[in-house]
C-alpha cells in the first residue's frame, strides 16, 4: 500500500472528524496571514502614513483580537486531533490482530514477538504522525500562497528575490529521498531486533540461568543497543541535516529582504508598515518550508513503515491495513458472544483420510496419516522426537498447512479446520502452553 493509499483510506474513516481536524488547524496556521496586516497598520499608524480613518489603536486592537482567536483555535484543535489520533490507531492495531487472530488458519508472524509489538507501537505512530503532516500542511500552503500573494503586491521585486531560496530546497529534498528510505528502514529493524531480543529473553529466564549465560545475554544484548545507536544516529542526523538545511534556505530570504529593505525604504518605495510585514510573513514562511522538508521526509519515510505492517498481514485481502470497521471508542461495549454447543456439535466420529503436511515443502512432517476417532474413546498417538505427533494436531486442526488428505466431522468433511476445530468443536493445549496474564481458569475458558 503506498502513502498516497493510506492517506485516502484514513481520510474517509470518520471524514467528518478527519475534515474537522483539517478545517481548525487550517484557519488556525492561516490566521497570522491578519496578523501581519495588522501589525503593518500598526506601525504605519505610528509612522504617520496610515489612511485618514485608522490609527494604531485600531491596529494594536485587531492584534489583541487575533491572538485571542489563535489561542481558541489551537486549544480546539488539540481536542480534536487527540481524538483523531487514538481513532485512527485504534483503528490500525484493530486490524492488524483482526487479521492475526480471526484470520483463517494460523497466522505466522514474520519475526519474534517481540518485534510485532515494535511494529504495533512504532510503525503504527509514523503512519499517524504521516497522516498528521497533511491535516497541518493544507492550512500552511494557504499562508504560505496568500502571504506571498500579499507580499507580491507590495513588492513584486523583494518577493521574487525571498522564494528563490525556497525553490533551492524542494530541488534539495527530490533528491534525498532515497537515503531518508534507507536509514529509516535500517532504524527500525535494529530496534526491532533488540526488541525482539527482549522478549525472549523475559521468555527464556530459566533457561539463561541455569546455563550461567547471564553474561553472554547481556553482552548480547549491549551489541544489538549499540547498532541500534548507530543506526538511529544515522536516520536522525539526516533526518534533521535535510531540517536544517530547509529551515536556513529559507532563512536565506529573510536575510535577501532585509538587504533589500534598506534601500527601498530611503527611495521611499517601502514603509516601515510594508518591512514589519514581510519581516513576520518571512519568519513564519522559514518555518513552513522548514515544515515541507518534514512532510517530504515522513513522506519518503512512511513507506517502510506500512511495507513492516505489512508483513504482519500475510495472505490477507488488500487494504485489511486501512478497512474500515468499529472500534467502540465511546458508548456501551458490544457482548461478546459464548460459544454454546448444539446437536450438530456433538460428535460421533472423527475421521482422518490421507492426511499430509510437511514443514517448509520439505521431507520432515507426516504422510498420508489416516484413523478414526470414536465418541467417548481416549486415543493416545506416540512416538520418538520429531516424528510428527504435533504436526499431526497442528495439520489436523489447520494451524499448518496441509498438502493432501481430508477430515470428517461425523462423516461430513471439514473444509476449514481453523475455523470449525475450536470451542465447543474442539479445544487444544499445546505441547509449551501460552499463558495470558490472567487467572488459570480465565485460560482454561478461553479454550
Known sequence: MSAWELLW??????????????????????????????VRGFFDALSGEAPAGANYWTFLAAIVAFGASRAGTIVGG????????????????????????????????????????????????EALTYIESWVDLWGAGLFVVLGLAVMFAVSPTMTGAAVLPLAGVVLLMSRMGPRLRAYRRASREATGRVTEFVGEVFGAVQAIKVASAETRAIGHLEEL??????????????????????????????????????????????????????????GRMAGWVGFLT??????????VSLDRLDALLPDA??????????????????????????????????????????????????ERATFQVQRGEMVVVTGRIGSGKTTLLRAMLGLVPRQAGEILWNGRAIEDPATFLVPPQAAYTPQVPRLFSETLRENILMG
Not at 89 to 112: D, F, I, K, Y
Not at 294 to 303: F, I
Not at 347 to 365: F, I, K, M
Open 225 to 282: 543497543n549499540e547498532s541500534r545507536r548507530k543506526a538511529m544516529v544515522r536516520d536522525r542526523l539526516f533526518g534533521e541535516l535535510v531540517r536544517s538545511l530547509g529551515h536556513n534556505m529559507a532563512n536565506v530570504g529573510v536575510g535577501v529582504i532585509l538587504l533589500l529593505a534598506a534601500e527601498t525604504m530611503r527611495a521611499g518605495a517601502f514603509t516601515v508598515g510594508d518591512f514589519a510585514l514581510f519581516a513576520l510573513y518571512l
Open 9 to 38: 483510506r484514513v481520510a474517509g474513516y470518520r471524514p467528518g472528524l478527519f475534515a474537522a481536524n483539517c478545517a481548525v488547524w487550517g484557519l488556525g496556521h492561516a490566521l497570522p496571514l491578519v496578523l501581519g496586516l495588522a
Open 317 to 366: 485481502p488488500p487494504r485489511q491495513l486501512v478497512k474500515h470497521a468499529p472500534i467502540h471508542t465511546d458508548g456501551p461495549l458490544p457482548d461478546v458472544p459464548e460459544p454454546t454447543a448444539s446437536a450438530a456439535d456433538r460428535l460421533n466420529v472423527l475421521e482422518v483420510r490421507g492426511l499430509t503436511a510437511r514443514h517448509d515443502g520439505g521431507e520432515r512432517g507426516i
Open 78 to 125: 488539540v481536542w480534536l486531533w487527540a481524538t483523531y489520533w487514538f481513532t485512527i490507531t485504534g483503528l490500525l492495531r484493530r486490524n492488524l490482530m483482526e487479521w492475526l487472530v480471526e484470520g483463517p488458519g494460523a497466522r505466522s508472524l514474520p519475526e519474534a514477538p517481540g518485534e510485532a509489538v515494535n511494529r504495533f507501537r512504532d510503525d503504527v505512530e
Open 294 to 303: 518534514t512532510v517530504v521526509t515522513q513522506h519518503k519515510r512512511v513507506p
